[in-house]
């Protein structure tokens, strides 16, 4: 369906990552968002509550982060589309709520204006260092969509992607950003709402007790209602059958565990979102993400003026990690280069994919900054040796 | 509670609060003689007598003994994390206003891993309906100290005697700007029965205490005896003073219980100052939010 125009603010600004991102989660039908103050992620709540009174919606601050990241799917059972924001600190106290998320198949988006950690770190300096917290971070295993965008423009155009990735999923779905992203101010162009697909929830269309709140067909994704609708579900963060009840014995927990996982696994393919320049032939491939793919584009440019043949592999959707199409081009390349703001996180995954097809190379950084195109460029040329 | 028709001189009658529980979930996980069935059995004959369309009324519980309790009631019911049953219900009752949200957990969850939410939840006069079934212990973990444990009293993680000054409940509630606080003991069955019916009906944040004995934790290693002598202490010690200072609400062991309706007052829910400031402000431009036919 397309966007309900009341949340589209066509035409073309000039603000930062942070406002629009907001922008894209109005545009995408958010409605209900909690929040806590973080740097450097405040000001998409703060744009989104002067906004969102406007709009029909609401914007409640709530006393902390485990607050907000609970309310949230309050909210979005109670039929709203809905986002929490935060930084690293702020994510850490969310991360019981991600499960709860991923189990309760709550639709929502989390989104992390990454900075330096661990702890309080570098709250005003970027970073890419919760790449695995987000995968991994809540206990036991879940089902996840994570987005990198690298320029305000994007922060608009995936926020509105992440919010159809949560409702096609019914998984928690992570944005990305980090501080440079967020405070960057460029060129944002805003379409007309005609112009915008949004993703409507799937609604159940059984009525009261013939509905079955986690009975899901081959899409493994099942139809959700809302408290009020007259089905009377229970909704429980233990192990559950088709019926939401909780039910803990070891066959229910395999059988809703492989579901909820497999609602990733089959769609592999489909979730991969990967810009690929030059990497046909190459024989080095700078692997990036985020803001870094800005810097890795410079060093490719520089690499290639100095007639090295190398390409850029660049990920949208960073988790699920697109790792077949890693192993694919692993089988022609000699290298992989993987600078990204932290200590080498997601190179474990460029590692996993590869095995010993070709060589793998890090380029950690432990934020604070962006890296310099040079150091970049070095690696290329040392590689391309 | 069993399924079946009780039979009374004769005649097959319908256990009145059937209906309104999930039959294929019983029998409950509770133990002989606790008390939380019992606020049960009351919440389900409040919303039998209290007007609201079921369908419209959902019921939030975090974790542990009381946490159980959404998932045995017959209504939107989502039984949440630690702690968090406040929050959770804070956005499904902003997130669609018209539905009436009930906050049923238990000491633990509500005043110590959730207690921040609870002071907030009561400072916005968010519109919800919190019940707190006091055991003084953490059942579901095998009873350890909570914020209401009274001084004294042994628990695991106490074990020569709880040495940590209780919560006042009514007492905190109050300060934080409840618009409606009762205490009362799973002794006094009609007396909460029609608390949670007026408190169903409030508008803005409610609270109800309801003092409950765990036998099998808390009155066993404090050698109080089965769930029933601890109900008739209830009877013995329990005084109704709906006019006292809520300050003067502290819990001694086994000691005097005052009981009754201490606050109910009317303030300005969170949504309606949210609606009225923007109306104020922002003027035609802004519709208020969750409004229907002109109410609510």
């Not at chain 1, 609602?263 to 592999?268: A, C, P, S, T």
């Not at chain 2, 601890?230 to 000691?255: A, C, H």
């Amino acid at each position: 369906m397309k966007a309900d125009p009341k949340g589209v603010l066509t035409g073309i600004h000039f603000i930062d990552g942070d406002q629009a991102a907001c922008e894209g989660a109005l545009a995408a039908g958010c409605r209900f968002a909690a929040g806590y103050p973080i740097t450097p992620s405040t000001e998409v709540v703060e744009r989104f509550a002067g906004r969102v009174p406007l709009v029909g919606g609401v914007f409640i601050q709530l006393e902390d982060e485990l607050a907000s990241s609970i309310a949230i799917q309050g909210a979005a059972w109670a039929g709203k589309k809905v986002m929490t924001v935060t930084s690293g600190p702020g994510l850490s106290l969310m991360m019981e709520h991600v499960g709860f998320a991923a189990f309760t198949e709550t639709p929502c988006v989390f989104v992390d204006v990454q900075r330096g950690g661990p702890s309080t770190g570098l709250p005003t300096a970027p970073a890419q260092a919760d790449m695995m917290q987000v995968r991994w971070g809540s206990h036991g295993d879940y089902p996840m969509i994570a987005l990198s965008p690298n320029s305000p423009q994007e922060c608009f155009d995936l926020m509105i992607e992440a919010f159809n990735l949560a409702e096609e999923y019914r998984v928690p779905v992570f944005f990305m950003m980090d501080e440079v992203v967020g405070h960057m101010i460029e060129r944002v162009e805003i379409p007309e709402a005609s112009e915008i697909e949004v993703t409507e929830r799937k609604w159940t269309d059984k009525k009261g007790k013939d509905y079955l709140p986690y009975e899901a067909d081959e899409s493994l994704v099942p139809a959700m209602t809302k408290a009020g609708d007259g089905h009377r579900i229970h909704i429980t963060g233990l192990t559950h059958d088709e019926r939401g009840y909780p039910v803990m014995n070891a066959s229910t927990q395999d059988k809703l565990l492989k579901r909820l996982l497999g609602k990733i696994e089959i769609n592999r393919d489909k979730l991969v979102d990967i810009r690929e320049d030059g990497v046909e032939g190459a024989d080095v491939v700078v692997v990036s993400f985020g803001i870094t793919s800005r810097v890795a584009g410079a060093a490719v440019e520089m690499a290639r003026a100095n007639g090295v043949k190398v390409g850029h592999l660049r990920m949208i959707i960073t988790w699920p990690f697109p790792s077949k199409r890693i192993k694919e081009l692993a089988q022609t390349v000699k290298a992989f280069i993987v600078p990204e703001l932290n200590m080498g996180q997601m190179v474990i995954e460029v590692e996993r994919a590869v095995v010993s097809d070709a060589e793998v190379i890090s380029i950690p950084h432990a934020g604070g900054t962006v890296h310099e195109p040079e150091v970049i460029l070095e690696k290329i040329m040392e590689a391309a040796r | 509670m069993s399924a079946n028709p009780d039979v009374v001189m004769g005649v097959e009658v319908e256990n009145p609060v059937m209906p309104y529980l999930r039959q294929d979930r019983l029998p409950h996980i509770w133990c002989p003689g606790c008390g939380i069935g019992t606020t049960v059995n009351c919440f389900a004959r409040a919303l039998t007598e209290c007007g609201l369309d079921l369908d419209q009324t959902a019921i939030v519980s975090g974790i542990g003994c009381t946490g159980r309790v959404a998932g045995y009631l017959d209504l939107d019911s989502f039984h949440t994390t630690h702690g968090r049953a406040i929050p959770f219900a804070t956005g499904l009752k902003v997130g669609n206003p018209d539905l009436k949200v009930v906050v049923y957990s238990g000491d633990g969850d509500l005043t110590a891993i959730g207690g921040n939410h609870f002071v907030h939840a009561a400072r916005r006069n968010m519109d919800l309906l919190c019940i707190c079934v006091n055991n003084f212990t953490y059942g579901m973990t095998g009873g350890q100290c909570t914020p209401t444990s009274p001084v004294g009293a042994k628990q695991t993680t106490m074990p020569y005697g709880n040495f940590e000054h209780p919560f006042n409940l009514p007492h905190l509630a109050d300060a934080c700007g409840a618009v409606y606080v009762a205490r009362w003991t799973v002794y006094h069955v009609k007396q909460l029965t029609r608390a949670m019916k007026e408190g169903l009906n409030k508008k803005g944040f409610a609270f109800i205490e309801v003092l409950s004995p765990c036998p099998t934790l808390y009155s066993r290693r404090n050698r109080l005896g089965d769930g029933v002598d601890q109900v008739k202490y209830y009877k013995e010690r329990s005084k109704i003073n709906n006019d006292v200072d809520t300050k003067d609400l502290s819990l001694e062991f086994q000691g005097d219980i005052t009981v009754g309706k201490f606050v109910d007052r009317e303030r300005e829910t969170w949504l309606d100052a949210m609606n009225n400031r923007f109306t104020s402000v922002i003027g035609d431009k802004y519709e208020p939010y969750g409004v229907t036919n002109g109410e609510k």
